[in-house]
């Protein structure tokens, strides 16, 4: 480091301090091929997110060397953070000091650290502060060029795709129900919701429900299976309007070729045992074979075993994997 580290800790990002995020998040992404950054960090990068989540950002000199999120919102689970080192800056100390900095700011200094993909260096940066393993959350891919299996629809179930508008408030209390116990999904609003609404990725043509057919509670969502396409090269979206002359920030890039995705897959605690959670998964795996993508993933917790029967039924296999650290 050319100049002593300094680290600042803020609530709310300026538009410039956004942009410097943003470079340094693609330039860890083209060098290690996985985003550094969950979607949700990312959506809070680009939209203000939740108030009380902090941002530390560590700048050796003018430049931006390292970048950390810590989420104090979840008063169950507890403060989560994920952090990125610029590629240039790697190996000179600045990880361990902005991720001691992070504990230091987490409540009692307990946190939870996510590591995204198998990048070197970062399990080593674990240990050195103190951290111990605690959730694998695996990636799981599957070739589209292999027969996907025609869905076929429990009696009483009708499939058909999301509504917006109509069905926001209906799809919110069904993913509350189905993802009771899951740490973060379970917890979306409305509001979380509406920003993935206005994604450029999002497509109600990919986005299924099952609903009850007829008879008494007609109408009613028993699950859902939600499809994502990301990847290549897209310029990114902004929440801010730049001024004249202003460097604009780089395409975002994802380190791979467009891809399929099984964004979210839910059934109602009342509706499982039917078959729903596969019917849903086929007909999202159709839809993404038919928008011409050879390949499909997803994400899935490692220790959730019923959940990966289902995906290695369907063809899915172990790609890469996401770690989660604790303090």
């Known amino acids: 480091m050319s100049d002593p580290l300094r680290i600042e ?7 410039p301090e956004v942009d410097a995020v943003t470079w340094l998040v ?15 960090v990312e959506l809070h990068l680009r939209y203000g997110g939740d108030r009380p989540a902090r941002s530390l950002l560590a700048w050796d000199g003018e430049e931006l060397a390292a970048y950390a999120h810590l989420d104090v919102t979840d008063a169950v689970a507890g403060p989560s953070a994920e952090l ?10 600045i990880g361990r000091a902005l991720l001691d900095a992070v504990v ?13 993909g198998g990048v070197p260096g970062s399990a080593a940066l674990a240990a050195a502060a103190g ?13 589209l060029g292999a027969p996907v299996p025609t869905p076929t629809v429990a009696e009483g179930v009708r499939v058909r795709t999301f509504r917006p508008g109509s069905d926001d408030a209906a799809w919110v209390a069904l993913n509350a129900a189905a993802f009771a116990q899951h740490p973060e999904q379970g917890a979306w609003t409305l509001d979380d919701l509406h920003v993935r609404l206005h994604e450029p990725w999002f497509d109600a043509a990919g986005f299924f429900l099952a609903e009850r057919a007829a008879g ?8 859902f299976g939600w499809s994502k396409v990301h990847g290549g090269t897209e310029k990114p979206r902004l929440s801010v309007v730049r001024d004249a002359g202003e460097p604009a920030p780089p395409p975002k890039q994802h380190g791979h070729d467009p891809i399929g995705e099984l964004y979210v897959l839910g059934v109602s605690p009342a509706a499982r045992g039917a078959g729903l959670a596969r019917t849903l998964a086929l007909s ?4 993404l074979r038919d928008r011409g993508l050879s390949e499909a993933m997803l994400y899935v917790d490692a220790d959730n075993t ?6 290695e039924s369907l063809g899915f296999a172990r790609f890469d994997v996401d770690v989660m650290y604790v303090r």
């Open 216 to 223: 008494p509670g007609a109408g009613e969502l028993l699950g």
């Open 26 to 40: 693609e330039a860890a992404t083209e060098a290690d091929g996985v985003r550094p950054l969950s979607e949700h």
């Open 9 to 15: 800790t803020v609530g709310q990002l300026s538009k």
């Open 131 to 143: 951290l111990t393993q605690a959730r694998e959350l695996l990636q799981m891919r599957r070739p």
């Open 284 to 287: 999202v795996l159709g839809h």
């Open 84 to 93: 990125v080192v610029h590629p240039a800056r790697r190996r000179r100390g």
């Open 104 to 116: 230091a700011k987490a409540p009692e200094g307990h946190v939870r650290v996510w590591a995204h």
């Open 306 to 311: 019923a959940a990966l029967r289902l995906y």
